[in-house]
């Protein structure tokens, strides 16, 4: 099966600079997503996106937040100014068909941010 | 607004069933999933299921939903020490949606 990948698993930032979360959705699938998990708390939804825009957002999503999707393969979260309350695991999805015929959505492995 | 709720923990004989609840608000929901998180790992997609369906089955896996109560339900049989993870219920109204998760039930299997 194939898989969705994150790069880095694990970025460490001072408050205030900008990080840029990548990820490599499944090849044939259409729909991208960022998720992100507060230790200890929800897995909650900040973005989706379809035929090169953004589908939906949530109230996380602010001004400090944007996504791209440079070229054929990546996905990118980029958040501009970071905050310390930015540290979370943040999850890549892409949803689409499975090998098996039927439908799925798919998360990558996550990349934690720490923010210090 | 939207919801999903689950017990935060859940502890099992090692061979024994595991019964995993989960109660969701939102009517329109149409898919419901179940997630496997393993520590440090990221989250993987077990089963899920279509709000017309009773009930699925896959391998040592089976999925109920009671749509008249919202509820939703994962068994694991023959619960293995492999099977130690947080699981998380969630709901999606629609194929393409945001889904809505629930805070994840950790599974603790005892020898």
């Known amino acids: 099966e194939p898989e969705v990948t994150q790069t880095p698993s694990h970025q460490v930032t001072q408050m205030g600079q900008e990080v840029i979360l990548r990820c490599v959705p499944i090849?044939?699938?259409?729909?991208f997503y960022w998720y992100r998990q507060i230790l200890g708390q929800k897995v909650e939804f900040l973005v989706s996106?379809?035929?090169?825009?953004?589908?939906?957002k949530s109230e996380i999503f602010d001004d400090q937040f944007s996504v791209e999707r440079p070229d054929g393969s990546n996905f990118t979260l980029k958040i501009r100014s970071t905050k310390l309350e930015d540290s979370a695991m943040y999850f890549c999805?892409?949803?689409?068909?499975?090998?098996?015929?039927?439908?799925?959505?798919?998360f990558g492995p996550g990349t934690r941010l720490t923010v210090l | 607004g939207e919801d999903v709720e689950q017990s935060l923990f859940l502890s099992v004989r090692e061979g024994d069933s595991s019964v995993i609840n989960c109660t969701y608000t939102?009517?329109?929901?149409?898919?419901l999933y179940w997630y496997k998180q393993e520590p440090g790992a990221g989250l993987q997609l077990l089963t899920y299921i279509f709000s017309n369906m009773d009930m699925k089955q896959d391998q040592r896996l089976t999925v109920l939903l009671n749509k008249k109560d919202k509820h939703l339900s994962l068994r694991i049989a023959d619960t293995q020490t492999g099977d130690s993870a947080i699981y998380f219920c969630?709901?999606?109204?629609?194929?393409?949606?945001?889904?809505?998760w629930g805070a994840g039930t950790k599974l603790i299997i005892k020898p």
């Open positions: 969630a709901e999606s109204i629609d194929s393409n949606y945001q889904l809505i």
């Open positions: 939102d009517s329109s929901s149409t898919y």
């Open positions: 999805a892409s949803s689409g068909p499975t090998s098996a015929g039927s439908f799925g959505w798919f």
């Open positions: 996106f379809y035929n090169n825009e953004i589908s939906e």
């Open positions: 090849s044939n699938h259409l729909y």
